[in-house]
């Protein structure tokens, strides 16, 4: 059984078939009790999108974030998929959704060498979430299914990119 609503499940379904996508992770957090001293905080708050945070000196009243954590392939196929969620993010972004997507590593040596084995990218949605994580679910299920929609759209681009067993019919 899922540990995740079948919104995020679904979002997360629409990523993977993608063959680039080596994990999908997705967290959800408050934002809203987060301030300018949180940001260099080490483990779970170093990977907060600290940007957008800095933007309004915090996280506004009621503020969610819903962080999906993807992992790639490092080859070609990876780099033709990132480019490809890029470009989706971009366009979702420019249609009024609150979406960007970042890189975040490790440095490159820490105990041992971590350099080209860190790299992950990161989608990350805001909503207003007042009593519940509804809202971020729409968005999430929202999400979901415009990407698969442009993986449809794009199928013959994309080609290897689709996964054949992922195939929307």
């Not at 800095?54 to 999906?68: C, Y």
């Not at 609150?98 to 860190?118: C, E, H």
Request: with cysteine; aromatic share 6%.
């Amino acid at each position: 059984m899922s540990q995740y609503p079948p919104e995020v499940e679904a979002f997360h379904a629409a990523l993977k078939r993608l063959n680039g996508i080596e994990e999908v992770d997705t967290g959800l957090q408050s934002l809203e009790q987060l301030g300018p001293d949180t940001y260099s905080l080490p483990g779970e708050l170093g990977d907060l999108p600290h940007a957008l945070l800095r933007r309004t000196n915090g996280g506004l009243a009621n503020e969610a974030w819903a962080n999906t954590e993807i992992t790639l392939t490092r080859d070609e196929t990876g780099w033709l998929t990132l480019e490809f969620l890029a470009w989706w993010v971009r366009d979702q972004s420019r249609g009024g959704e609150l979406i960007q997507m970042r890189p975040m590593a490790l440095p490159p040596k820490g105990f041992d060498v971590q350099l080209g084995r860190t790299l992950k990218f990161i989608i990350d949605h805001i909503a207003i979430c007042p009593d519940d994580p509804t809202p971020m679910l729409q968005l999430l299920n929202s999400g979901a299914e415009d990407l698969s929609l442009m993986i449809n759209l794009y199928a013959k681009v994309l080609g290897p990119l689709v996964r054949p067993d992922k195939q929307e019919k």
